[in-house]
């Protein structure tokens, strides 16, 4: 079992749609990245929480640490929002050893 | 531009060969990652530098792999006798230590070997 697990691994939905993206992960972490990746490779930090919820525009992050679990939701989807989410932990030490990645959910918005 | 750059974007080579890569980190930042992702995969971590001393690799880093950073500014990653194996998306990210870990990654550079 990897110790980051998202789900669903691909979404398609309809422009307007309300998205949400779940990430459950197994170890102690300090804090927790959502992150996007376009076609391309490139990777942007949407995210970084470790409590809480945090909203950025159409997207909103919430994170429950005894639940050992976070969402990313993005309200009024649109076609630009297509992309890769990719879900990583940070463990306690500040990320010595690195990011804990999730798989990634493949999301598509059809307009 | 103030982000974190790689080169080159895209390396082909033909097994066998040696490859290196490069990181230019964010300048104030004294933490930098070198990471590996495969085609449908989440990246992996690979190491991990504090200033000039390496200070985490993982099983994932054969002894085909060497990276450095000798001065504590950029970094490079050289994969020898590359195999077959080796192709995937070489990830750099940095982060300034005591700011909680959030990473910054670079564009990644594209291995193909043949």
């Known amino acids: 079992k990897n110790e980051v697990e998202q789900s669903p691994q691909n979404l398609t939905a309809q422009e307007g749609e309300f998205i949400t993206i779940n990430c459950s992960y197994s170890?102690?972490?300090?804090?927790l990245h959502w992150l996007q990746q376009h076609p391309g490779g490139g990777i942007v930090s949407l995210f970084m929480?470790?409590?809480g919820k945090k909203k950025h525009g159409r997207l909103i992050a919430t994170i429950n640490i005894q639940e050992k679990h976070s969402s990313l939701h993005i309200t009024a989807s649109h076609p630009r929002d297509s992309a890769v989410y990719i879900c990583?932990?940070?463990?306690?030490?500040?990320?010595?050893?690195?990011?804990?990645f999730g798989k990634g959910t493949h999301l598509i918005i059809q307009p | 531009d103030t982000g974190v750059s790689q080169d080159p974007r895209h390396k082909i080579t033909k097994r066998g060969q040696n490859v290196t890569f490069r990181c230019d980190p964010i300048?104030?930042?004294?933490?930098l990652y070198w990471y590996r992702q495969t085609l449908g995969q989440g990246p992996e971590f690979l190491t991990y530098?504090?200033?000039?001393?390496?200070?985490?690799k993982s099983r994932l880093l054969s002894n085909r792999f060497s990276a450095e950073r000798p001065k504590g500014s950029f970094s490079t990653l050289e994969i020898q006798r590359t195999e077959q194996g080796d192709s995937a998306m070489y990830l750099c990210?940095?982060?300034?230590?005591?700011?909680?870990?959030?990473?910054?990654f670079g564009p990644g550079t594209r291995l193909t070997v043949t």
């Open positions: 300048s104030e930042h004294n933490r």
């Open positions: 990210a940095s982060s300034l230590a005591g700011t909680g870990g959030e990473q910054y």
């Open positions: 530098f504090q200033n000039e001393a390496q200070l985490e």
């Open positions: 929480l470790s409590s």
């Open positions: 170890v102690g972490i300090s804090a």
């Open positions: 990583a932990v940070i463990r306690p030490g500040g990320g010595a050893d690195g990011l804990t």
